[in-house]
């Protein structure tokens, strides 16, 4: 069977994207910033360092805002912001993508914002905000190892550098070296750290 097509009209969805305009005449910047905090889960930032491709002139500051909430239907979201119209809300299937793009992460041409200026309640965002990709982490935590590190070090370091779904997942791989007693020593230890850290990936 032939898959529907999405149609924001009748299809809901959790994740919206929103832009918002400090000046704007149509609506009050700050008072929709905090519809946008009342959300589940929120994140937003001011781009004012944007630059126009075709002159090089700054655009017009601008929030970019996503939150994550119960499925909901776009116009349901919409009715929330009162002056804005819709073109400025997008429906989006991804989350992590969504907060990537307020720093700029994935397209190095433009301004890269720094974290520090995000305004969010997510706890876990320093795992979608990660810089390094996942075998940079692994290989640390091989060196780790190798330089007589315990495991508890490697914990602590997985915890300090948000990358504890990284040290579950490559477990194997970080142990490979070292034989089986050693991955059965290692498991025990993952299962006691379970009690005291949740993965936002299970």
């Keep these: 069977m032939a898959r529907k097509a999405f149609d924001p009209l009748v299809s809901k969805r959790r994740v919206f994207f929103i832009e918002l305009y400090p000046d704007s005449e149509s609506y009050n910047c700050d008072s929709l910033l905090k519809t946008v905090e009342s959300f589940p889960e929120y994140a937003y930032i001011l781009h004012d360092m944007d630059v126009k491709v075709e002159t090089g002139e700054l655009k017009k500051p601008h929030y970019h805002c996503v939150v994550r909430t119960n499925p909901s239907l776009l116009s349901t979201i919409l009715n929330k912001f ?11 299937h991804e989350f992590k993508w969504c907060l990537r793009y307020l720093l700029h992460l994935d397209d190095s041409e433009k301004f890269q914002y720094s974290a520090d200026l995000i305004h969010h309640n997510i706890v876990d965002i320093n795992l979608y905000l990660r810089v390094q990709p996942e ?40 142990t490979l070296v070292t034989g089986n007693d050693e ?19 299970e």
Aim: proline share 3%; charged share 20%.
């Design 183 to 201: 991955f059965r020593v290692c498991s025990e230890f993952i299962e006691v750290s379970n009690d005291f850290v949740d993965s936002p990936f």
């Design 82 to 92: 009162p002056g804005l119209t819709s073109n400025f809300i997008e429906v989006s």
């Design 135 to 174: 075998w940079f982490f692994v290989n640390e935590m091989i060196n780790l190892r190798l330089d007589g590190q315990s495991w508890k070090d490697i914990f602590n370091f997985s915890c300090r550098n948000s990358c504890y779904d990284v040290f579950r997942r490559n477990l194997g791989i970080i």
